[in-house]
């Protein structure tokens, strides 16, 4: 004491209820310690403090007095209903320390032991007796009656079938009543979509009963639901999404939606370097200057129709929902065009809790064109072995997934596991292939499957944060020789949905990167530039190339594939 008041003379800003604080949670730390050691009449007394404050460090003295040491002599269960083995249940052995914490604990775990099997009024005390040798542990155990379901009342609707819910509902009348069947019912609802507010409870909880009413209180969805939404993306430029919503349209769970997604790429990080580019190569060629009207191309976007049944109730009990989406979609890319419409109708299967299966085909026609990346002076041959197809391409896909969540909370996750795979069988049905420039090319034959898969762990930090750790890859397994895969079917290694530091598209072959450079070499040493094409102009002008790659999975050893043919292409 002597030498904490010197400290306090020593330093008067010294925080003397911290310091009491911290004594009183040593001290009760220290009694718990003991006691889960079997040591329950243990006293703990704080003695006195030495602080070195030039250190920042302090040593304290604490008076203990431990008491008895109290084991397990014998454990014994007692009452119970018939068949019941309750010891599995117990995590305590005889000889060992009695903790108190973990008596209670095994006390809990005999509650819901008997509340899964329908006891859910059961009652259980544990009662430590001190004999020679220890202490005798006794579980006494009351049953009490076995809980059954009585009605299912059903509250709160007012466009949806009651026998919806009643399809939905894992209950039956005169069916043994368990907790989980209650809690995996009102998952269950809310997965339909169909509510707002989902309660699944029993009728009069705190009245011991043989049979217990279920009441099942709903409160639905509005009729028509609708949201607008914009914001600035890098990759994207401005963007604004409408979304509207009309559920419930047959009473039976069937969901019609819209979505539209407008953006202008010309403000993106893309489009301003591609405006950059075409105001050089208009200063050197006036041919290149861009038309009143043609800032309207740099619109892209996504309009989906949506209809959704969210249970297909001939398949019960299997939790199995079916959709039919259509598609519109305009993808502006550096290095194509894309112009898509699709159908793509598929299921999906609830497995289980924590396991979802889904399958579904589509048909597409897309049409892919060059994007905004400055035009080149490339021959035919080189033409023909750019890394992105373009024409017109009729295509369809079967696509299969599989995903397993062992997340604590998978709106708001804290901790768990989340793994996902997919593998999408691809083929044209007709191909008219291109160059950029919209010449007649021999179509080459698209047939592969794309691979992806994605691992996600979740551990919780200090101060409520969460620490996410997430691994993607895929790959493109081509099926015939000489297969192509176009450029909306790639994977691509930045973007919005990438953790990379590079933005879409923005990554350069070697090969390439290689020739470039010999060519910019060369551009850097001519007098006047008019030698030198848009690209290297760009380059010169201080503005990075627009890439064509950037994309994983083409065909195997591309780089390989590419070098030999510059090869080919070289005068002997």
């Not at 290689?514 to 290297?536: F, K, M, W, Y």
């Amino acid at each position: 004491d002597r030498a904490e008041d010197a400290g306090r003379d020593a330093d008067p800003t010294l925080d003397t209820d911290g310091l009491a604080a911290r004594r009183e949670f040593a001290r009760e730390r220290g009694e718990e310690a003991y006691r889960e050691r079997g040591y329950l009449d243990a006293s703990v007394r704080f003695v006195r403090a030495r602080l070195d404050l030039a250190r920042g460090t302090a040593e304290a003295w604490f008076d203990v007095h431990e008491g008895l040491q109290l084991r397990i002599a014998s454990l014994r269960l007692e009452g119970g209903p018939v068949g019941f083995d309750g010891r599995e249940f117990v995590s305590l052995q005889a000889g060992e320390a009695l903790n108190p914490d973990a008596v209670e604990l095994s006390r809990r775990a005999l509650v819901t032991a008997l509340g899964r099997q329908g006891y859910l009024f059961a009652r259980v005390d544990a009662e430590p007796r001190p004999v020679a040798g220890g202490v005798d542990l006794l579980f006494r155990l009351e049953s009490g009656p076995r809980v059954r379901v009585g009605r299912l009342l059903v509250r709160g609707l007012q466009r949806t079938s009651e026998d919806v819910v009643r399809a939905t509902v894992r209950l039956r009348e005169d069916e043994v009543l368990a907790p989980e069947k209650l809690f995996d019912s009102q998952r269950r609802l809310v997965l339909l979509n169909l509510f707002r507010q989902v309660s699944v409870h029993m009728d009069k909880p705190d009245v011991p009963e043989a049979s217990k009413d279920v009441v099942v209180e709903v409160r639905e969805r509005p009729r028509w639901e609708g949201e607008v939404a914009g914001g600035y993306f890098l990759s994207e430029g401005p963007r604004v999404v409408l979304d509207v919503a009309r559920t419930n349209v047959d009473g039976r769970g069937l969901n019609l939606s819209s979505r539209l997604k407008i953006n202008y790429l010309g403000l993106s990080t893309q489009g301003l370097q591609a405006s950059s580019a075409r105001r050089v190569a208009c200063a050197t060629s006036p041919d290149e200057c861009r038309g009143t009207y043609d800032w309207l191309t740099d619109f892209g976007g996504r309009a989906v129709l949506s209809a959704v049944q969210p249970r297909l109730y001939g398949l019960l009990p299997l939790e199995v929902g079916a959709r039919l989406d259509l598609i519109a979609e305009r993808v502006q890319r550096p290095s194509f065009l894309s112009s898509r419409i699709a159908a793509v109708t598929g299921l999906d299967w609830s497995l289980v809790r924590w396991l979802n299966f889904s399958l579904q085909y589509e048909l597409e026609g897309n049409l892919l064109q060059a994007g905004n990346r400055p035009s080149v002076s490339l021959d035919r041959a080189d033409q023909e072995r750019l890394r992105f197809p373009y024409g017109f391409f009729i295509l369809h896909s079967l696509r299969s997934a599989l995903a397993l969540d062992l997340r604590d909370n998978p709106a708001n996750p804290r901790k768990g596991l989340l793994v996902s795979t997919s593998a999408e069988w691809m083929r044209d049905l007709r191909s008219y292939e291109t160059t950029a420039s919209g010449e007649p090319l021999n179509a080459l034959p698209i047939n592969g499957v794309k691979l992806a898969g994605n691992v996600s762990v979740y551990a919780p930090l200090a101060s409520g944060a969460v620490l996410a750790l997430s691994l993607r890859a895929g790959t493109i397994v081509p099926l015939v020789e000489n297969a192509r895969v176009i450029g909306s079917k790639r994977f691509f290694l930045g973007g919005s949905s990438s953790l990379r530091g590079f933005r879409e598209d923005g990554i350069l072959g070697e090969d390439r990167r290689t020739e470039l450079r010999r060519q910019v070499a060369d551009c850097r040493s001519l007098i006047h530039p008019a030698g030198c094409n848009t690209e290297q102009l760009t380059i010169l002008a201080g503005q990075p190339p627009i890439s064509e790659g950037g994309e994983l999975g083409y065909a195997l050893d591309f780089k390989t594939q590419e070098r030999s043919r510059q090869a080919e292409l070289q005068p002997a």
